[in-house]
Structure formats: structure tokens, C-alpha cells
């Protein structure tokens, strides 16, 4: 009997491993598209008449190019690191180190810098609690579509979230979207919370699970109470029977962010708030209250000092923090308790 010889057929495998991530895919084609027709339009190619692999020389014409465009310092940096990934998809795998960080186009990118005039921009109003109370009493909680409403309101503020983590952000993004499954509740616990496992996160890294606990705050915005609310609609038959999403709709359809902000304009008509809002008014919350910066960023998910730029602004933090050590009661308080200091005299 002749001997079965056993194949491996794993080129669609390796494609689909090397494959880019449908997150970076626009940009990651888009960028190296630019800079080959805006090389073509203005010479600036290699000897042999090529584009590819981008001189010294060209990196740094592109570099002035982008930065006179009116490009800041931040996206030109992203720019270069968008095509450091393409020279390596093409097999330009010493161009990164030779080139991208040669010590030339450094000192580039620290003279563009220094500069640069970062202009003020206008940065969206973050959610307070004052505003989470006046969304609240726009929803009639016995009412499904509302309940729901409310129910992502108040648990991405108090979870701070990104508002994509509980919605689905578009239609090509629905295997992202928050199952039942993931969903554990801990209601018989001292302190009862319920824990939703996020199946995708912005800095997505698939060997450390994210999750957000939703608790409660005994106030009139309590995020636990507005979600339980929300999960004995849910679990009512009727209710999305063929659906194992977690935010959907009655009809069975995944509760979107296109719809979340359209329902936010109609409860806050006239404020300058969106999506983020809801995670830089939590953190602001939480500053104003004293939290350290440790337990924000923790809550937060964040994995660098970043979630600093939600609260640093903010003057009413700066008044929060600084009210124990200006006030004149505290501050005179301190000034009596510090020990007298003794002179000792000459013999």
C-alpha cells in the first residue's frame, strides 16, 4: 500500500498572517501612494529612475515638503513611520535604520519642532455629571430605546471608555461588538459589580485581555443601576431574540456609535460634546475628586501618561487640587503644626 504523503497547504495562511489589519490598511496605502506621485510631479527620484527605496537626500526634501503643507510635527512623524512599514513590506528591510533613522533626519524633525506654533485648538467640552443628569431626564427608563440610550451613557463615563468600545463604529466592524458572552455579573458579591470583557480594543493586544467594571455610585447617575435596568429589558423575549450582541436595539440591531451621537445632539442640544467626551469628562471626574493619576490611568486602560491631556486642561481640576493648599484655614493649619526651629547662640 503506497504511502500517503502529507501536505501542508499554507500560503493562504502566511497571506492572511502578513495581510495588513483593516484599522491601518487605509493609511498604510494611501501615504506611499502620495509621496510616489508627489515624487513623480517634483523629480525627486533615484538615479536609476526609481521611487523606491526612498534616498536620504528625497526623505528629507519630503519632510520640508510636508511640514510647508502646514502639516504638524506629530503627523509628519506618523507619515514616516507609515512608509518605514511599506519599504519593509517591500523587501527594503535595511531601509529603516539606514535611512528613516539616520541621525540627519533626526535633528530634522527636532528643528521642525522647535519651530512649530502649536495652535490653540478647540477641543471638544468633556461630559460632567451635571450633564449626564440632563441626558438622563431626556430618557424615559421604561422605554427600551432609551433605556439603552442611558445605559452606554453612564457606564462609558463612569468606566471611562472609548465610546467604539461599547458601539460598533461602523458596519465593517460588527465581529467587534460586545456579546452577552462577555458580559460576567458579580451581583452577590460585598460589593456587586458586573464585568464586560472587550473583544477589541484601540491598542488591541490579544495576550492581555481588557475588561471594564461597571459599579455602583448610589447617586442619580449610578451606571449599575442604569445597566441591570437595561439587561431586564434585554432578557425579556421579545427583546432582540435572535441577537447575541449586548448594546443592540429591539429589532436585533447592534447599537451604533452613528446612532449614540444622534441621540446625544437631541438630549444636549447646543453643547460641544461628542463621543470622547464621555472618557475625558470620567477622568476629569475622577481628578476632581482626588483620584490619583495611577488609579485614572488604570481605570482608563491607558498605557502611557497620555490620559493626562484629558484632565490637565480642565481650570477646575487646577482649582480641585489646589484648594488645600490656598485655602487659608488649611494652609495656616499646616504653618502650625511644623516644629519651631531653635537658634542656638554664640558662647
Given at each position: 500500500?503506497a504511502?500517503?504523503e502529507r501536505?501542508?497547504?499554507?500560503?493562504?495562511?502566511?497571506?492572511?498572517?502578513?495581510?495588513?489589519?483593516?484599522?491601518?490598511a487605509?493609511?498604510f496605502?494611501?501615504?506611499?501612494?502620495k509621496?510616489?506621485?508627489?515624487?513623480?510631479e517634483?523629480?525627486?527620484?533615484?538615479?536609476?529612475?526609481?521611487?523606491?527605496?526612498?534616498?536620504?537626500?528625497?526623505?528629507l526634501?519630503?519632510?520640508?515638503?510636508?511640514?510647508?503643507?502646514?502639516?504638524?510635527?506629530?503627523?509628519?512623524?506618523t507619515?514616516?513611520?507609515?512608509?518605514?512599514?511599506?519599504h519593509?513590506?517591500?523587501?527594503?528591510?535595511?531601509?529603516?535604520?539606514k535611512i528613516?533613522?539616520h541621525?540627519?533626519?533626526?535633528?530634522a524633525?527636532?528643528?521642525?519642532?522647535?519651530?512649530?506654533?502649536?495652535?490653540?485648538?478647540?477641543q471638544?467640552e468633556?461630559?460632567?455629571?451635571e450633564?449626564?443628569?440632563?441626558?438622563?431626564?431626556?430618557?424615559?427608563?421604561?422605554?427600551?430605546?432609551?433605556a439603552?440610550?442611558?445605559?452606554?451613557?453612564?457606564?462609558?463615563?463612569?468606566?471611562?471608555?472609548?465610546?467604539?468600545?461599547?458601539?460598533?463604529?461602523?458596519?465593517q466592524?460588527?465581529?467587534?461588538?460586545?456579546?452577552?458572552?462577555?458580559?460576567?455579573?458579580q451581583?452577590?458579591?460585598?460589593?456587586?459589580?458586573?464585568?464586560?470583557?472587550l473583544?477589541?480594543?484601540?491598542?488591541h493586544?490579544?495576550?492581555?485581555?481588557?475588561?471594564?467594571?461597571?459599579?455602583a455610585?448610589?447617586?442619580?447617575?449610578?451606571p449599575?443601576?442604569?445597566?441591570?435596568?437595561y439587561?431586564e429589558?434585554?432578557?425579556?423575549?421579545?427583546?432582540?431574540?435572535?441577537s447575541?450582541?449586548?448594546?443592540?436595539?429591539?429589532?436585533?440591531?447592534?447599537?451604533?456609535?452613528?446612532?449614540f451621537?444622534g441621540g446625544?445632539?437631541?438630549?444636549?442640544?447646543?453643547?460641544?460634546?461628542?463621543g470622547?467626551?464621555?472618557?475625558?469628562?470620567?477622568?476629569?471626574?475622577?481628578?476632581?475628586?482626588?483620584?490619583?493619576?495611577?488609579v485614572?490611568?488604570?481605570?482608563?486602560?491607558?498605557?502611557?501618561?497620555?490620559?493626562?491631556?484629558?484632565?490637565r486642561t480642565?481650570?477646575?481640576?487646577?482649582?480641585?487640587?489646589?484648594?488645600?493648599?490656598?485655602n487659608?484655614?488649611?494652609?495656616q493649619?499646616?504653618?502650625?503644626?511644623?516644629?519651631?526651629?531653635?537658634?542656638?547662640?554664640?558662647?
Amino acid at each position: 500500500m503506497a504511502r500517503r504523503e502529507r501536505t501542508y497547504r499554507g500560503d493562504g495562511r502566511i497571506r492572511k498572517m502578513l495581510k495588513t489589519p483593516a484599522t491601518a490598511a487605509r493609511r498604510f496605502t494611501t501615504e506611499p501612494r502620495k509621496y510616489a506621485r508627489t515624487a513623480r510631479e517634483l523629480g525627486w527620484l533615484n538615479t536609476n529612475g526609481s521611487t523606491w527605496p526612498i534616498s536620504l537626500n528625497n526623505l528629507l526634501r519630503y519632510i520640508a515638503f510636508s511640514y510647508e503643507k502646514g502639516n504638524q510635527p506629530a503627523t509628519i512623524a506618523t507619515y514616516l513611520s507609515t512608509l518605514a512599514k511599506f519599504h519593509t513590506y517591500k523587501g527594503h528591510f535595511d531601509w529603516k535604520n539606514k535611512i528613516r533613522l539616520h541621525p540627519i533626519v533626526a535633528v530634522a524633525l527636532q528643528n521642525i519642532k522647535a519651530r512649530h506654533h502649536f495652535p490653540v485648538t478647540k477641543q471638544k467640552e468633556p461630559i460632567t455629571v451635571e450633564l449626564l443628569e440632563q441626558i438622563k431626564n431626556c430618557c424615559v427608563l421604561s422605554e427600551p430605546h432609551h433605556a439603552l440610550f442611558w445605559c452606554i451613557a453612564t457606564v462609558t463615563f463612569h468606566t471611562l471608555s472609548r465610546i467604539g468600545e461599547l458601539v460598533v463604529p461602523n458596519r465593517q466592524r460588527t465581529a467587534w461588538a460586545v456579546r452577552v458572552a462577555n458580559l460576567s455579573l458579580q451581583l452577590d458579591a460585598e460589593l456587586p459589580f458586573a464585568t464586560i470583557t472587550l473583544p477589541r480594543t484601540k491598542v488591541h493586544n490579544p495576550s492581555k485581555p481588557e475588561f471594564i467594571v461597571i459599579k455602583a455610585t448610589h447617586d442619580a447617575v449610578c451606571p449599575l443601576t442604569a445597566f441591570l435596568n437595561y439587561m431586564e429589558i434585554r432578557a425579556t423575549p421579545q427583546y432582540a431574540p435572535k441577537s447575541s450582541g449586548l448594546f443592540v436595539l429591539e429589532n436585533g440591531a447592534l447599537a451604533s456609535r452613528e446612532w449614540f451621537l444622534g441621540g446625544l445632539k437631541q438630549a444636549l442640544p447646543g453643547i460641544n460634546v461628542a463621543g470622547q467626551s464621555f472618557r475625558a469628562g470620567g477622568a476629569t471626574h475622577l481628578a476632581m475628586r482626588g483620584a490619583p493619576r495611577l488609579v485614572i490611568q488604570r481605570l482608563g486602560r491607558w498605557n502611557s501618561t497620555t490620559f493626562e491631556q484629558y484632565i490637565r486642561t480642565q481650570p477646575a481640576i487646577l482649582v480641585a487640587l489646589s484648594e488645600p493648599y490656598t485655602n487659608s484655614n488649611i494652609a495656616q493649619a499646616s504653618v502650625n503644626r511644623r516644629p519651631a526651629t531653635t537658634h542656638r547662640q554664640d558662647e
